[in-house]
C-alpha cells in the first residue's frame, strides 16, 4: 500500500447490514480522538427519501439508498485505512483483496453523493451581462468567484455608483 494518495477520494465501506449509522458515529468519534480530521473528511450513509401512504396519509421516510455500505471520503494512507478497516461493524473496503478502490467522479455524481461543480469560464475582472433575476440586463465586473458555492460576486452600475451583488453562475454571461 502506497504511504499517502494525491488527495482526498470516496472509497466505499462494507458494513454489518443496519449497522451502517454506528459505523459512521464511531468512524467520526475515532476521527475526532485521533485528531485525523485532515486525511479523513466525511463520512456518509447515502439515503434517498420514499413515500408511503398510511391511512390515507403521506408518509416520507429516509430509506438506506446501499444497505451494508457506508461512503467515506479521505486520503487514503495507512493510518487511516487502517482506522476504517478496524472499526467495529467494518467488513471492509469494497475492491478486490485488500486494495481499497476509489470511486470515480462519475461514480460519485451517479450516487448524489457530491455535485460536481463544472468550471465557468470567467475570471475576476471579467466583464459580464446579467441574463436572469432582479439585475437583468444590468452589466459588471466580477469581483470574486466562489467555485463550491457556484457563486459570484460583481460589481453592477447602479442609481450611478458601484454596488457589490451576489449572483449564481447560470444568471450570467461573459461579455
Not at 408518509?59 to 478496524?86: A, C
Not at 452600475?157 to 461573459?174: H, P
Amino acid at each position: 500500500m502506497k504511504q499517502k494518495s494525491e488527495g482526498p477520494k470516496w472509497y466505499v465501506v462494507h458494513t454489518y447490514s443496519g449497522h451502517e449509522n454506528k459505523v459512521k458515529a464511531n468512524i467520526e468519534k475515532l476521527v475526532e480522538n485521533r485528531e485525523m480530521q485532515d486525511i479523513v473528511f466525511e463520512v456518509r450513509v447515502p439515503t434517498e427519501e420514499h413515500v408511503e401512504i398510511k391511512n390515507g396519509k403521506k408518509i416520507v421516510k429516509e430509506k438506506k439508498k446501499f444497505p451494508g455500505y457506508v461512503i467515506i471520503k479521505m486520503i487514503m494512507t495507512d493510518e487511516s485505512w487502517y482506522l476504517v478497516r478496524n472499526t467495529r461493524g467494518v467488513t471492509g473496503f469494497v475492491g478486490p483483496g485488500t486494495k481499497p478502490i476509489p470511486l470515480s467522479d462519475l461514480e460519485v455524481k451517479a450516487l448524489g453523493v457530491v455535485e460536481l461543480v463544472p468550471a465557468i469560464d470567467i475570471s475576476r475582472g471579467d466583464a459580464i451581462k446579467v441574463v436572469h433575476g432582479p439585475f437583468e440586463n444590468f452589466m459588471g465586473t466580477v469581483d470574486d468567484i466562489n467555485q463550491e458555492k457556484r457563486k459570484l460576486k460583481v460589481y453592477i452600475s447602479m442609481f450611478g455608483r458601484e454596488t457589490l451583488v451576489e449572483l449564481d453562475y447560470d444568471q450570467v454571461e461573459k461579455v
